[in-house]
């Protein structure tokens, strides 16, 4: 009768924990959830008897949880990395959990409260230093639906949104085995994060610039190597004809127009054909207009562009993609220079999930950054919350447009202005007005130091654990 019993928590907390990582994190939709998915799962390991138990039972409730991420990318990347890619957060988590587990049993309560969101925080943070993939999957990506949470970002980056998410479920845990003085510092925590979004949120942004978000469906720009230059120049037009359709920008009043990452295909032959189309539909509506281009070089390279072309049909500026993805875009060049205008800049997809570069345009004191994207249609809503993360950690108002995605307007401090999702049978645009942000924060400029900071403090913890281990069996 005791084994059953035994047998039933241990299934109840991968059950619980699985269910509230499933619908919280990845493509889940209630990201607020995400505070209580760890809570099962510590709760039990503070409980059992058993680190094995409580470790397999953690990795299995996060790798379950996290099983949406296989079916999001299983046509595009192969199963092998999929499997591999769940396994090793999962694997993580265990360790994550089995360590809170020994904090608990050998280090006072306020020290212990802290040991899960250190660990989880440090791993995501140093994973986010090396993985091709940058800062992806982040604990704090799911929290930007709750402004006043995520304005702690433009101290500590998503990290710190990672460790006040994470620090609730380890608190609990700590009170449902009596120790109720758990609580307290978790309660001063959420207390300084939320006064300080308040605060943050009641600061006023600086005057709008209009934005319009353009996207058409992928079957009805047929575009196709067989076809060539007819198919890259019908594609041209159609967004030619699209930002004429957008309408003229009011009463004098700039507006720019936004069409998703590689929405038409150049070659050498047929370049400069594409280019004048898009200058002149920049120059006849009045906008600038920014394309992203799939771009084939006389020399042989491959980039993933961004071209801003003015009112006047000039080019202002032509970016080069920087972060491309593992894979899909091998036989792409990445490029090395910020895409910075004035007070506006312009990077594109990927690019955004990489914090640092990011901190470079919030140096350069962008206000208001475009983003070209394409996106892999399950992925949409965690893709564009990667995005908005950043403009909330350098303080400049966002304009996605993703193809396969969503199209977004969100300010400087996360909130969303409009949105809307691409559509494969019809035209979407949206358009809106977005206010400049500050141009810059404490993040954008003293950079991760609250994530090495963390990694400091969890060496700290893993050492004195240790040493409460070596103390405790020699006595």
């Known amino acids: 009768m005791q084994g059953s019993k035994a047998v039933g928590l241990w299934l109840a907390a991968v059950a619980g924990s699985a269910l509230l990582f499933g619908v919280s994190t990845g493509i889940g939709p209630h990201g607020s959830l995400a ?12 409980h059992s008897r058993s680190a094995w138990a409580s470790a397999t039972a953690a990795a299995l409730a996060y790798l379950i949880g996290e099983s949406s991420l296989i079916f999001a990318y299983l046509t595009v990347v192969p199963l092998p990395i999929l499997i591999v890619s769940a396994l090793v957060p999962a694997i993580a988590f265990a360790f994550a959990v089995f360590g809170a587990r020994l904090a608990a049993l050998r280090l006072p309560t306020l020290v212990a409260v802290f040991s899960y969101p250190l660990l989880w925080t440090s791993w995501e943070f140093l994973l986010g230093l090396i993985s091709p993939h940058g800062s992806a999957g982040a604990l704090g990506y799911t929290q930007t639906s709750l402004p006043h949470v995520i304005q702690i970002a433009s101290i500590t980056g998503v990290w710190g949104v990672s460790f006040v998410t994470a620090l609730p479920a380890m608190a609990l845990a700590l009170a449902s085995k009596g120790r109720l003085a758990a609580l307290a510092p978790a309660a001063v925590v959420l207390a300084v994060v939320l006064g300080y979004g308040e605060f943050r949120l009641r600061q006023p942004l600086g005057d709008t610039r209009e934005y319009a978000l353009v996207a058409l469906p992928l079957a009805a720009l047929h575009q196709d190597e067989a076809r060539g230059r007819e198919a890259s ?6 967004y030619a004809e699209a930002v004429s359709l957008v309408g003229p920008p009011r009463q004098g009043r700039p507006l720019t127009v936004v069409i998703p990452e590689k929405a038409i295909t150049t070659f050498p032959e047929w370049e400069a054909e594409v280019r004048n189309l898009l200058a002149s539909a920049a120059r006849r509506a009045g906008v600038t207009l920014i394309a992203g281009i799939d771009e084939h070089r006389a020399d042989g390279v491959r980039a993933n562009m961004a071209y801003v072309f003015g009112p006047q049909g000039e080019e202002r500026l032509a970016y080069q993609k920087h972060f491309l993805v593992p894979g899909l875009e091998r036989e792409f060049s990445p490029g090395r ?18 914090p640092p570069l990011l901190r470079g345009y919030g140096r350069a004191g962008v206000r208001l950054l475009a983003v070209p994207a394409w996106d892999f249609v399950n992925d949409a809503r965690p893709h564009a919350d990667m995005a908005i993360m950043r403009g909330v950690e350098n303080g400049f108002s966002l304009a996605r447009v993703a193809q396969e995605g969503l199209l977004t307007l969100s300010d400087a401090r996360g909130r969303i202005v409009a949105s809307g999702r691409a559509s494969p049978d019809s035209p979407v645009w949206l358009r809106g007005e977005l ?26 913890l893993l050492l004195s654990l240790a040493l409460a281990v070596i103390f405790h069996r020699r006595t």
């Open 337 to 354: 220079s910020l895409g910075v205008m004035d007070d506006a800049g312009v990077a594109i997809c990927k690019d955004m999930d990489f």
């Open 35 to 46: 505070w209580a998915a760890p809570a099962p799962a510590l709760t039990y390991a503070l």
């Open 233 to 238: 120049l019908a594609a041209a037009r159609a």
């Open 435 to 460: 206010p400049q942000g500050e141009g810059g924060t404490v993040y954008s400029h003293l950079g991760d130091v609250f994530g090495w900071s963390v990694v400091a403090l969890t060496a700290t």
